[in-house]
């Protein structure tokens, strides 16, 4: 069944070691859960330490819960941590991109 979720898949290069990345992704993921857009669904987390990457996958509602959030979530110090241990390196979208997305 087709719906309007989006799923995303954010591509990682760690600056740090990975288990910097570990603990500020953690404590982001608990700040969205606590305070975050209701549009923010399951998302998992992935760690490559070999090849110092990383990949995190995550459901949204639908494409306004992917701004949403990120409008809510970008002046969070959480967010700074994690840009700090990682440099989002690409982010695909798992179905075509809305205008809302596009702008």
């Keep these: 069944m087709i719906d309007n979720r989006l799923t995303v898949l954010n591509i990682y290069e760690l600056k740090k070691p990975p288990e910097?990345?570990?603990?500020?992704?953690?404590?982001?993921?608990?700040?969205?859960?606590?305070?975050?857009?209701?549009?923010?669904?399951?998302?998992?987390?992935?760690?490559?330490?070999?090849?110092?990457?990383?990949?995190?996958?995550i459901d949204y509602k639908d494409p306004g819960a992917w701004i949403g959030h990120h409008d809510i979530a970008m002046s969070w110090p959480e967010m700074t941590a994690l840009h700090a241990a990682a440099t989002l390196a690409e982010v695909i979208f798992l179905r075509p991109r809305t205008s809302e997305i596009q702008t």
């Design 20 to 57: 910097d990345f570990e603990i500020a992704v953690g404590a982001l993921a608990r700040r969205v859960e606590a305070e975050g857009h209701p549009g923010v669904l399951p998302y998992r987390l992935f760690v490559n330490a070999s090849e110092r990457t990383a990949h995190g996958v």
